[in-house]
Every structure is written in C-alpha cells, then in structure tokens.
T-cell receptor, first 114, second 111 residues
Framework: KAGVTQTPRYLIKTRGQQVTLSCSPISGHRSVSWYQQTPGQGLQFLFEYFSETQRNKGNFPGRFSGRQFSNSRSEMNVSTLELGDSALYLC?????????????FGPGTRLTVL | GENVEQHPSTLSVQEGDSAVIKCTYSDSASNYFPWYKQELGKRPQLIIDIRSNVGEKKDQRIAVTLNKTAKHFSLHITETQPEDSAVYFCAASSGANNLFFGTGTRLTVIP
C-alpha cells in the first residue's frame, strides 16, 4: 500500500503571495491532519479534515485554511505569506473517523518564504 | 489546551547502553500517547504508542510506560545502536486526530 504523499516537496515564495499544498492519504484513510514543523516551535497542529469537513482546528490565524475532497485528498492554503511561515508542512492520515488512531506522516512540503 | 513537555532535549549514550526520554502532559482527558522517530530530512515515523488503559507496552528493544496519575510517560530504548540516532517526539491526544507534540529529544548513540 502506498504511503502518504505530498506535493510539491519544496516551494519558494515571497512575502504576500499565497500557496497551496496537497496531500494524498493512504488508500482507505479518511482523516487527514496538517502540522507545521519549525525549529523554534516544533510540531504544531493546524487542522484536521474528515469526510470533507474540518473537524478540529489548531491555534493558527485565518490565513491558514484547508479543504478535503471526496477522495480524501486534502489541500491546505496559506494566504498573504509572512517570513515566519517558512516551515516544513506535514500531513498525516489515519484510518478511522473518531478516536485516537495511528497517524502516518507524509514526507512534507518545505516552504521557504523570502 | 494540552501542553506536553519533553526532557531531555539532547541525549548522548554509548552503543549498547539504554536511553530514557520523559514526557509530561497537562490534559487529564488525553488518552493516546504515541512516540515518533524522525531522522534528518525524513518524515516522523511512529515507533510505539500506548493508550490510557495500559500502563506499559514493549516492542523488542523499545518500551513505553504511562503513569496516568502523575500524567507522565516515558520511552525506554535498550541496547542502543547507532541507527537509533534521531530526534524522538512524544505526543498526546484526547480522542481526536490532533496530536500535541513535545519539543523533541535529539538522541546520539556513540559507537
């Protein structure tokens, strides 16, 4: 079974631009969560999608948004990029809809904002 | 919200020795505690997890213990090998698919 995939793997943007990142979960997994990883703040939860609905949200500004499609693929969008948005963005998928379940991470998208 | 603290931030051990990493959490509703290993430039990989109805779990050289009363859990790696060198993250979750992570421990196993 193929693992979680993310595209693109690397991205360079300038301040003020917007960016869209994509995540394809493991086949059969319906939940997709997004995390931001930075040296200073570590791994922080952004949001989780299940059945095309955002079910949980972390403490990030409204510039960070996401969506999930009927095939469980998910995208996250960051608008009006700031230098501090430079980070590794990881998505993780899990099989079940409720409860604490194993999350499998993708390789991440490394975003650099200049 | 949940707050997970992890110690130590760095740990160096001789090959063959044991390594212990400790985490504490604040939310008594947390019931799932996974541990992830992240090698340089790679994705976090789940190495072991424990749920709140269990006090200890072991998988070969790796074990995790959980003390719900004290709200702390620990990772134990025995007979360490150079390939165990990585950053280890603990995490906690209260029933939703959102993990609260510790700040990570950089483990170095010296051959």
């Amino acid at each position: 079974k193929a693992g979680v995939t993310q595209t693109p793997r690397y991205l360079i943007k300038t301040r003020g631009q917007q960016v869209t990142l994509s995540c394809s979960p493991i086949s059969g997994h319906r939940s997709v969560s997004w995390y931001q990883q930075t040296p200073g703040q570590g791994l922080q939860f952004l949001f989780e999608y299940f059945s095309e609905t955002q079910r949980n949200k972390g403490n990030f500004p409204g510039r960070f948004s996401g969506r999930q499609f009927s095939n469980s693929r998910s995208e996250m969008n960051v608008s009006t990029l700031e230098l501090g948005d430079s980070a590794l963005y990881l998505c993780a998928s899990s099989r079940e809809g409720q409860g604490s379940n194993e999350q499998f991470f993708g390789p991440g998208t490394r975003l650099t904002v200049l | 919200g949940e707050n997970v603290e992890q110690h130590p931030s760095t740990l160096s051990v001789q090959e063959g020795d044991s390594a212990v990493i400790k985490c504490t959490y604040s939310d008594s509703a947390s019931n799932y505690f996974p541990w992830y290993k992240q090698e340089l430039g790679k994705r976090p990989q789940l190495i072991i997890d424990i749920r709140s109805n269990v006090g200890e779990k072991k998988d070969q050289r790796i074990a995790v213990t959980l003390n719900k009363t004290a709200k702390h859990f620990s990772l134990h790696i025995t007979e360490t090998q150079p390939e165990d060198s990585a950053v280890y993250f603990c995490a906690a979750s209260s029933g939703a698919n959102n993990l609260f992570f510790g700040t990570g421990t950089r483990l170095t196993v010296i051959p």
